[in-house]
């Protein structure tokens, strides 16, 4: 029943390419987002994900299932954040009669790969359908890109099939190394690598992922892609697709803890370098879409700093913080990025300019696009009450987790203290942009521009929607991650709710003793 | 019945064919053709009973062998003879321009009679075990391939190829034959499976003083590698691929490395397996694999016509190969052996290469022109070919989720899992990784042009009907085979 | 009850604004009364809570496996206090508005800001954890930022507005890292829960404990403008007035002292002492005494009235980080009366400007007095709680303040003595210019009484600036009251001195400015520096050129060339020389193949046979 | 009688000839000649291995020889076939020299 989820979508393309009307497409590609919407929330209602015996097996020896189920938590908000980002994309944009079709199927290609990649159970699968936006991405920023369109598809296939094949590399490796004969993911958890493997794989790992995900300095392919590529490609992309890396990596560290701690130094610069290299980067741009381009890669460092936090403790056990504070922070994330790309479109139909010289005063005349962006740009500078906050303060809190006070700072929290500072950084350019674009005297280039018309506005309103929900509820979200949650609070269901006790014991012995008194 | 009736069957049908062309007054080109594949279809039939010869006919199952890989591969002969037939008549048009009489199909008879005899030699050297029947079933493809490459009697290119590839190919037939007499005079035999039992024994004068038997495989190895198409040996691909007629070149790309292959696999299988020889082996078929890597891939970069480019790429996915073999790996519970994954990318190769091919069939008819820049603006004038185009080229690149992915990825896989034993194979490994990023850049050239470039004119591109039903059921075929490859397990016997 | 009560006092504000933002776009008028509406509402509400017991609710907010993250609400005297502060304030400022900003045409988005805002003052107070102070923090700030940015069409607002957040942006990096270490330290993010859990840590790890401290004192130093994070308060007056009165005086830059009263509150005066208190403590008195030099070279009304602020939160801070025995009472005790009578100088200004069509020069004022007397009472009546004269609130807490200084730390009560003879001393300048002599402006000519809807808000607050004081009042009211350790006595020293500090400033004030039309030391290099506010801003232009843009320019530079050209595009350009170069050994020519071929064998063989 | 070594020696050398021919020469004619030659260098080797690897009743082994009869066969079709072909060449382009075989390069 899963598969239906990814089914979904190509069935979606199927139609577009065996139809003959090309105004259906955008409806089309609409109504599939819609029904996979629906899917999922069914799915999980009735409680169906799917074990593995049910999965069809496409290779004997080593075995590989087809599976695809909504394998835990994790699985299912990325999930969520790729149908809600894909059925805003959906509506968002446009382009000539002649390319509709194309733009149609690209993007469900894309929406379907990503939802494959993040509902297979089975490693083989889980690498493959990521793959399936490289193509797509190609065609859609070679023919409807801004700018130095040409250029910048090349660019961005080529680093992405780099980051693959690298990535490709540490799995296979760490397929052999495990010596399993099965590549479901169940399977490989029951394995063991050999620790001198671990500290190759972990590396490969960490370098493919984060080619992915626009590590630094893996990170100048990210940026002109984003600001060049057709505004539902871009969301997309940014809101999802990169996101796979890291969800990669969350889901792969189990395998390799030791490895991983093993280059948790490298991480460590690696993230500081996302953080405060590119966001000094940011800081420069001149244009909206490279600066909204940057600052997605600069976000990324923050998600890796809870990656971090995971690979010092060594286990989900030892941080209970780290994982879910990643994981809400990449959805957060992703709904923002996607939200503001699709805002920065339409600044550019309206206004025919992105260079922010050349913009400025635009609240007066489209206040409605002023406040939805205004909205985004908070929230990805990490306003309370919206997404992104919750999951920036707990990636903060996992990183100070492990840091004992008797202990000097360890290099996590030396990061984390960091990625604070990058919060300023952030904040510095996204208010500058804000207050080009919309405050100030009006620019040459916005002396008339009209407000979103209704269909315009809906695609943001609904990302800022799930913004606010999940900002103000980050339990919903964190609800869906695991049952270790639901365990502790029947337990403390016997205590009055002030003694709850936060305490950053590592020892979780002295921790439960606590909790019992 | 006995296997080799089916190398029989198919030679006879190969001179009913010759004897239908010289006697039959007005023979039509298309009855030719029919029966041609019609006959060769008819031998799937019997592949799937025949049995192997029996162990007591010892003059005969010394020369011949019959087990799963056997079988494989002369399948795969089978089909890719029928596919190229079947590409061959979409191309008679071209074909025509260019032989006896321009413009009428006299003299293009044996066109469709050679590919026959070319694959019972391919089938033959699919069960060859001896060196004698190696050479033979290798010289019978390769003399008959001297005749196809020259068939455009009328075009320089078709000529110039001819004549390379005949030149260079008899020089790799003489360092087979002389490598072959070496291997022979230090083992006293011709049969495989003897020189396995001699070459693997400790004590004797072998294991002393292994030179002698080094001089010879290399040899042997490296005009084996003129088949397959690897460094050094890969110079004549290039050219000839270009200027062969585009049936005979797609032959040459699948059938004939694929009986490279397994003829390379056999002859390697007893040098792996033994102790004294295994290190050296290892190292040349890691440095073919590498340069071969090296080489393919980014040569393949600058190209601009497109049969050259499939030229290198062909190069470059037999770099992907010798990759495999060289992380030579017997298969346990867990994993494929090499026989698989070979077998695997190969059967993987043909339904993707020969796609390329129809497509590229179907764009020269319509446009007289090789060169990339004749699929500006495909997108435009016909989406579904451009579509299948736009799969297929992303299969060769490897992309997952077609057949081209399954077949690097255990070729990586293999590579990496031995690559614990022995070290200089994490070179191959990143030579190839390297390899597959250029690959994306020079498939994707060609999808550029598909999609970017604005077309010359506004006309349709028309598909003839065999051509369509080939290429949607190729390009289906790639994505079945990238999701569900387990069919393919089943044929090779996983 | 008590429950429901609370949780509506925190959350009424927060749908009132979502009401307006969402559904209220077009229709202002119904918008504003929605907001006063909740914002009287809540005011009854803290009315009604000064009488409840001390409670805690929490609810969780997220959870990570057996990690939760809390929303909780804390009553207690404290919070108590302050929201009598917060709404009472906040009311009369809403009733100020409805007059001051009936012009405005986007009015409701004005209110729709004052409702967030006091959804976020709100819940800055009733915090009962430090991860849920942040949340609200942060969100106090943002509506600071909407606020200021009021009027964003101005080059100026807008630039204010974005200072400030990015000024409190600052102090909370530091701010957030203190949490997170006191969490480290005290093994907790609530406030009930810290008491105790420090004295066992705070002997063997006292220095990093005072680090820790010194870190959320970061917080405040951004949120109540002490240097060197000062430089956002006063540019934040380019927001409308009302604003300024609510937000930057009376509650929001209070938020500072408060949160450190808060943490000395629950987790225990030790954590204080030694060096974190004592910098607190002189960070606040050298604010005190800047600002206060500033203030006296001024001619923007509201920016006499805004240094004047930062100068008083000076003496907040400096209390609250004395750590003496009551001081930090006494610091709360000012914030409290100093919010009343700072409410009522705003609004007063407010008042003026509005009457003097905009005009907030106090060089072009003049003569208010006869055309705007109960304006006028109203504003001498604040000015003179300000300066501290006997019997009005701002006399008691300031002499609060003095007597723990100068118990404590001798030095920073010279310091705050000084800052009390300017004190009269400015504002008396600011009196006798704006409000006497005859009218040298246009607008000031023409200004007349404000309507009745403004000056009843000035009336409540005058009352309140005389009464806030007396104990009776105080102990009602103010958060966390202290009844001072001996009655008030006229032999005291501390009085006798900050009395003649009084007299110095109002005569030296009188003497200077009666009858002027220009400021007469305005020629004086010293008071230049003043005036130029100690080029505070300036400075900070230059460092962010050097350090923050001239970096980002090379960082960039660097990406792009590096990174992006160097490495890239190298990798990629060798790839495709060396495909060139293969392309080069196809030449085409068969015996060159074949001697490749021969090459080719014969390295084999001499690889396998003879280097063996 | 002459020993193993001294024939491997002349039948090496004469395998060193033809592939000298083969790089040195431009007739195309003679370059085929010179493969030939290779071949038959080939086939000396074999004949003499097989002479030389006498069994235990003291024959030679024949496999040798066998092999030997295959390659002569095997190079008489192969010089037929590529005779045509360079003869269908001279007829297309009038020349039979490698020189002038590189339009196809790169």
Redesign the interface.
Known sequence: MTACLVLTPLIGVIAILMGRDPKATARLTTTVMLITGILLAGLWAMGIREGLSMDPIVLNKPEIRLGLGLYDGMSVIMMLLSVTVAFAAARTGSCEKRHEALWNISLLLIAAGAIGAFISTDLFFFYAFHELALIPTFLMIGILGRGERKIIAWKATIYLAFGSIVLLAGLLWLVSSSGTSSLAFEDLLKTSIPSEDQQGIALFLIIGFGTLVSLFPFHSWAAPTYASAPAPISMLHAGVLKKFGLYGLLRLHPLVPEGMSHWLNLVIVLLIGNILWVGLVTINQKRLDLMLGNSSVMHMGYIFLAFAALIEAGSEAENPVAMPAAILLMFAHGVTIAMLLGLTDRIEKKTGTLDLRNLGGLASLTPRLAFLFGLAAMASIGLPGLANFAGEVMVFIAGFKGWQARSGMGSVQIATIIALWGLVISAVYMLRAYRKTFQGPKGSHTTKAEDLSPSERKPAIFLAFVLVIVGIFPNLLLGLLGDSGSESSESRELQPPSKQVLLPDPEPKSQQAILAN | MPAYWLEATVVILGLILLLMEAFGKSTSRELLRRVAIGGLAFTLVPLYFAVAPSPDNAELSRFYIYDNWAVFFKLLAIVATILVLLMAYDYRRVLNQFTEEPGTDHGTGEFYALPVFACAGMMWMASARDLVSIFVSLELVTITFYILVGYMRRQVGSLEAGVKYLILGALSTGFLVYGMAWIYGVTHTTNLAEISIAIADPDSGIAANPSPLFFGLSLMLLSLAFKIGAVPMHLWIPDVYQGAPTPITAFLSVGSKAAGFIVALRILEPFFASEITRTQTTLIVLIMAGLTLLLGNLAAIAQTNFKRLLAYSSIAHAGFILLAIAAWHPGDAGSLSTHQVVSLYLATYLVITLGAFFVLVVVRNSESSDEISAFDGLGQRNPSLAACATILLSALAGLPLTAGFIGKFFAFQLAISSASANKALWLGVGIGFIGVAASFYYYLKVVRAIYWREPANEEEVPVPQISRIVILSLTALTILFGFWPNPILWVIGG | MLELLSWTMLLLPLCSAAVI?LLL?EMADTAIRISVGSVAATFVIALLLLESEDR???????????????I?LIIDDLSRGMMIVVTGVGLLVHLFSLAYMKEDEARGRYFAGLSIFMFSMTGIVLA?NF?MM???W??VG?SSYLLI?HW????SA??A??KA??VN??G??GF??GI??L???L????F??MAGSATV?VD??ST?TGIAVLLVFCGALGKSAQVPLHVWLPDAMEGPTPVSALIHAATMVAAGVYMLFRLQFSAGIEIFEGFAGTTIAWVGGITSLLAALMATQQDDIKRVLAYSTLSQLGYMVMAVGLAGDHSGEAGMFHLYTHAWFKALLFLGSGAVIYACHHEQNIWKMGGLFQRMRKTTITFAIGTAALMAIYPLSGFWSKEQILEAAHHDQPVLFWLAIIVATLTPFYMTRLFIVAFLGKSRGHGAQEAKEVPPIMLYPLFALSCMSVIAGFTPVAEKLSPAFHHPSHSFSPTNPVFLISLAALLIGISSGILLYRGRDSDPLAGNRLFKVFRNKFYFDEAYLVLVRVF??A???V??FL??FV??NL??GGL?RS??G???L??K?????????????????I???Y???FA? | MASLQEYLFISGLLFAIGLAGVLIRRNIIVIFMCLELMLSAANLTLVAFSRFNTGENGLPDYNGQVLVFFIITVAAAEVAVGLAIIVALYRARQTVDVKDLTSMRG
């Not at chain 3, 609810?59 to 990690?67: K, M």
């Not at chain 3, 964003?152 to 080059?155: E, G, S």
């Not at chain 3, 093994?187 to 609530?190: E, R, V, Y």
């Open positions: 933002q776009r805690t609710l929490t609810v969780q907010w997220a959870n990570a496996g057996s990690f939760h993250i809390e909780g009962s991860i942040f949340i609200f942060e969100l943002f940015g964003f069409q101005k080059d807008a630039e507005a974005k957040f990015l942006r600052i909370d990096f957030m890292i997170l270490m969490w480290g330290i093994g907790t993010f609530a009930r829960e840590l063997s790890n990093l923050q843009n970096v980002a320019v960082v960039h990406d792009d990174i992006g490495i890239v990629v790839a495709s060396v495909g060139n293969f392309r050994l196809q030449s085409g020519n068969l015996q060159g193949y074949a001697f490749l071929f021969g090459a080719g064998i390295l084999i063989i690889l396998t046979v063996r």
